[in-house]
């Protein structure tokens, strides 16, 4: 764990296997890692503290989120969705019976949860405490990403269709209802996708570059082409988008 503005080394954060997901809290005071053995160990910054319970899942953990201050954290794992109270380590619910989940996102308040099923091809979005479904979208294929906005009304994701190469879908949802407000079919396999902060657009990163799209209208509002973008040349596929906070930079990995 590093300290952004000076690079400065906080700690380490030691499991047994290899970690393959992390969150921290936005408020940045915990910090939630997962290994490949199915442990997640949630900690405090700037102590460096464990939380004494340690959340062993017995299976490979693929993804791992919290709420805005930390208190509600969301795994995703070969057996399906848990959802755990941090200060406490009881578990508030689980959903198991829905299957293995590849993806999971906590809205900042903690009252709605999201898990992609895998390989099922579908979003879901889950009430906090109750754990009950609220809306469940279909996709056209394996769903590769999913966010909230910022005010937790509305998820988008990404999907792909039998390979990478493949046509890939985007859309927008209503978390409450499952309402789709916007579907569209890109080139390739959407890996990579984020809201900005004021909801007015959304990025989305593919095997053929990344795009930035109007919410309302779904209209592509900038095509950053990695075939024809010779300023900026991104790579063969675009893995994971990301806004500034304040909207005005898009982030892309390649």
Known sequence: LWK???GELIGVAHHNSWVGAIAISPDGTRIATCD???STRPWVIPRRDRI???LDLGGQVGSVDCSAEGEVLAIGSIHGLTVWDVQTGEQIFDRTDDGPVYHVAVNRGGSLVLATAYPAGQVRVYEVPGGARVG???TSGEVKDAKFSRDGQFVVWGSQGDSLQD???AGVFDAATGNVTQRLELPGAVLGVAFSPDGAHFATGCTHGARLWDTVTG???H???VETNS????GDIIYDVSFSPDGNVLFVST
């Open 4 to 6: 952004a503005q000076t």
């Open 36 to 38: 490949g053995k199915g």
């Open 52 to 54: 004494e319970r340690v």
């Open 136 to 138: 469940t979208v279909r």
């Open 167 to 169: 046509a890939g879908e």
């Open 219 to 221: 209209k592509c509002v």
């Open 223 to 225: 095509d950053f082409d």
């Open 231 to 234: 300023t900026f040349p991104l």
